[in-house]
Nanobody
Framework: QVQLVESGGGLVQAGGSLRLSCAASGRSFSTYTLGWFRQAPGEEREFVAAITGSWYITTYADSVKGRFSISRNNAKNVVDLQMNSLKPEDTAVYYC?????????????WGQGTQVTVAS
């Protein structure tokens, strides 16, 4: 089992950048695929990006491709989401999530979320 704690959210102007971090505790961190999801008010939670544990294969939602970058450091048990060229529509609570194995639709572990607000 793994516990996930996000940090780095905040208020930023449109066009700005933020870097979210997710610290994981637990065993076998490198065996987990880690992802970022977001949920805006009144909307369903949506996938943002994910990175596999060993080969560092990444995948992104079309809405963030070219602007967001996911990375991880298995030695430090951390996964980051660098967000550039932020838009007001990126405003949401961002969640870190983990699943055993490779890229897939279902995640087993979730953080508590961190708020990102992009002002126009």
């Amino acid at each position: 089992q793994v516990q996930l704690v996000e940090s780095g959210g905040g208020l930023v102007q449109a066009g700005g950048s933020l870097r979210l971090s997710c610290a994981a505790s637990g065993r076998s961190f490198s065996t987990y695929t880690l992802g970022w999801f977001r949920q805006a008010p009144g909307e369903e939670r949506e996938f943002v990006a994910a990175i596999t544990g060993s080969w560092y294969i990444t995948t992104y939602a079309d809405s963030v491709k070219g602007r967001f970058s996911i990375s991880r450091n298995n030695a430090k048990n951390v996964v980051d989401l660098q967000m550039n060229s932020l838009k007001p529509e990126d405003t949401a609570v961002y969640y870190c999530a983990g699943r055993v194995g490779g890229i897939g639709p279902n995640y087993d572990y979730w953080g508590q979320g961190t708020q990102v607000t992009v002002a126009s």
